[in-house]
């Protein structure tokens, strides 16, 4: 879709190939790098606190690191663990998914998104591992 028309009786929507369809309403549902690169022609023009949400989300890279355990040694009741404290550079596993609900396995997961995530995507798959359990072996000690 090309662009979005609106009044108050129908919107219509102008497919790639130049042709146009007419409905009641739409709903527009696409990727926000979509909309930031003004993709679609929308007539009227969005409102401007729309357009300014639009101009202020960002985009990135959202890395992940599973580990699988032998056992579960974290809160297996705890859904999320943050982990602000770890040592290493801002922003580095601070985040964790408790797994065992989810697959009825001893995983735990980490998230590393903005800049942390492209830092550990650089690393090696096992230092990335290593600062993981390095981060875990700080919060539950053996």
Same mark, same amino acid.
């Given at each position: 879709?090309?662009?979005?028309?609106?009044?108050?009786?129908?919107?219509?929507?102008?497919?790639?190939?130049?042709?146009?369809?007419?409905?009641?309403?739409?709903?527009?549902?696409?990727?926000?790098? /979509?909309?930031?690169?003004?993709?679609?022609? +929308?007539?009227? $023009?969005? *409102?401007?606190?729309?357009?300014? %949400?639009?101009? @202020?989300?960002?985009?990135?890279?959202?890395?992940?690191?599973?580990?699988?355990?032998?056992?579960?040694?974290?809160?297996?009741?705890?859904?999320?663990?943050?982990?602000?404290?770890?040592?290493?550079?801002?922003?580095?596993?601070?985040?964790?998914?408790?797994?065992?609900?989810? /697959?009825?396995?001893?995983?735990?997961?980490? +998230?590393?998104? $903005?800049? *942390?995530?492209?830092?550990?995507? %650089?690393?090696? @798959?096992?230092?990335?591992?290593?600062?993981?359990?390095?981060?875990?072996?700080?919060?539950?000690?053996?």
């Amino acid at each position: 879709m090309t662009g979005v028309s609106t009044s108050d009786a129908s919107a219509s929507v102008t497919l790639e190939s130049g042709a146009q369809e007419t409905f009641d309403a739409v709903i527009v549902c696409v990727a926000l790098g /979509v909309l930031k690169r003004g993709a679609i022609n +929308f007539s009227p $023009a969005l *409102p401007d606190r729309k357009q300014r %949400a639009i101009e @202020d989300l960002g985009m990135g890279l959202l890395d992940n690191v599973s580990l699988r355990c032998d056992v579960v040694f974290w809160d297996a009741n705890s859904s999320c663990i943050i982990t602000p404290e770890t040592g290493l550079p801002p922003g580095q596993f601070n985040q964790w998914l408790n797994m065992v609900p989810i /697959v009825g396995e001893p995983i735990i997961m980490a +998230f590393n998104s $903005a800049q *942390p995530a492209p830092d550990l995507a %650089a690393l090696s @798959d096992d230092e990335a591992v290593s600062r993981a359990q390095q981060v875990m072996s700080m919060g539950y000690p053996t």
